[in-house]
């Protein structure tokens, strides 16, 4: 039984970074895919980061890149998402999500995908409001 458990949100300024921690409870192998997504007021779910538990493969969405940075210890199980340069629009429900790998034939490791319905169990969320 797998279970992931987010913690880390909490209340930030413009400006100020932030680190979320998602805990994988259960998972024995390296064999999966593993997704940050978040859900604002009001808004559709929106996917925020994956990666592979290989850890050969990340991917983050237009709209955080290059200031969210996605990071896996599997000797933890644990997976970061580091947070910077925060505004207003990043205030959300933030969720880690397992899933499946993903394998294109003929091509050397896996990846993930940043779709939701590519995951199977999720966590219960963590709170980021970003807001002076």
């Known amino acids: 039984q797998v279970q992931l458990v987010e913690s880390g949100g909490g209340r930030a300024q413009p400006g100020d970074s932030l680190t979320l921690s998602c805990e994988a409870l259960?998972?024995?192998?390296?064999?999966?895919?593993i997704g940050w997504f978040r859900q604002a007021p009001g808004k559709e779910r929106e996917a925020v980061a994956c990666?592979?538990?290989?850890?050969?493969?990340?991917s983050t969405s237009d709209s955080v890149k290059g200031r969210f940075t996605m990071s896996i210890d599997n000797v933890k199980n644990t997976i970061l998402l580091q947070m910077s340069s925060l505004n207003a629009e990043d205030t959300a429900v933030y969720y880690c999500?397992?899933?499946?790998?993903?394998?294109?034939?003929?091509?050397?490791?896996?990846?993930?995908?940043?779709?939701?319905?590519?995951?199977?169990?999720w966590g219960q969320g963590t709170q980021v409001t970003v807001s002076s």
């Open positions: 999500a397992l899933g499946s790998p993903k394998y294109i034939p003929g091509v050397a490791g896996s990846y993930c995908r940043l779709d939701e319905n590519e995951y199977t169990s």
């Open positions: 259960g998972v024995t192998s390296i064999s999966y895919s």
């Open positions: 990666g592979t538990g290989s850890k050969s493969y990340t």
